[in-house]
T-cell receptor, first 115, second 117 residues
Framework: EAGVAQSPRYKIIEKRQSVAFWCNPI?????LYWYQQILGQGPKLLIQ????????DSQLPKDRFSAERLKGVDSTLKIQPAKLEDSAVYLC?????????????FGPGTRLTVL | AQTVTQSQPEMSVQEAETVTLSCTYD???????LFWYKQPPSRQMILVIR??????QNATENRFSVNFQKAAKSFSLKISDSQLGDTAMYFC??????????????FGTGTRLTIIP
């Protein structure tokens, strides 16, 4: 079974530029998460989708971050314009949607450096 | 809101020895899960072990075991017979239990574990 795929693995941009990250979850996983992991910290949820609907985006800086999950499969996270403090690893995870505990499976992440 | 605290930023131990990583958490929830994740330099977050809060018995997975103290809100990870491949960042995480659907993970700040040959 293929895991969660993310691209690109690395991205370097100048501040005020825009950037987009892509995530393809495990086939059949209805729930998709984007986490931001700043160096020296644990991952923090940015946004959670169930199918193509948003469940939780309370920690998403909506003035510069946006995310979409068209057709309830792939997802794209965009930052525009980027700030220095956006330098981080962006992790995508997915899980099944059923009663009880659903394990979250993580992708390899995208390391973003904003100069 | 839930908080997870890992008070040991770094630890190191000789290969084959036993090491214990500490984690405390704060929540008003009564039903939840606790997890330990491993993140090697490849950045892939890997689930090591999980514990259901309603279970009194401590979870065990091969060389990995936990000491879950619900009243004290403590959840430590013990790694026995440590191996070089155990070198990684270890994150403690909390998840609220829902009857349907999924909840986010709340992570601690991590402990960098180094196994010395």
């Amino acid at each position: 079974e293929a895991g969660v795929a993310q691209s690109p693995r690395y991205k370097i941009i100048e501040k005020r530029q825009s950037v987009a990250f892509w995530c393809n979850p495990i086939s059949g996983h209805a729930t998709l998460y984007w986490y931001q992991q700043i160096l020296g910290q644990g991952p923090k949820l940015l946004i959670q989708f169930q199918n193509n609907g948003v469940v939780d985006d309370s920690q998403l800086p909506k003035d510069r971050f946006s995310a979409e999950r068209l057709k309830g499969v792939d997802s794209t996270l965009k930052i525009q314009p980027a700030k220095l403090e956006d330098s981080a690893v962006y992790l995508c995870a997915s899980s099944l949607d059923r009663g009880g505990l659903n394990e979250q499976f993580f992708g390899p992440g995208t390391r973003l450096t904003v100069l | 809101a839930q908080t997870v605290t890992q008070s040991q930023p770094e630890m190191s131990v000789q290969e084959a020895e036993t090491v214990t990583l500490s984690c405390t958490y704060d929540t008003s929830e009564s039903n939840y899960y606790l997890f330990w994740y491993k993140q090697p330099p490849s950045r892939q977050m890997i689930l090591v072990i999980r514990q259901e809060a309603y279970k009194q018995q401590n979870a065990t997975e091969n060389r990995f075991s936990v000491n879950f103290q619900k009243a004290a809100k403590s959840f430590s990870l013990k790694i026995s017979d440590s191996q070089l491949g155990d070198t990684a960042m270890y994150f403690c995480a909390f998840m609220k239990l829902k009857n349907f659907g999924n909840e986010k993970l709340t992570f601690g700040t991590g402990t960098r574990l180094t196994i010395i040959p």
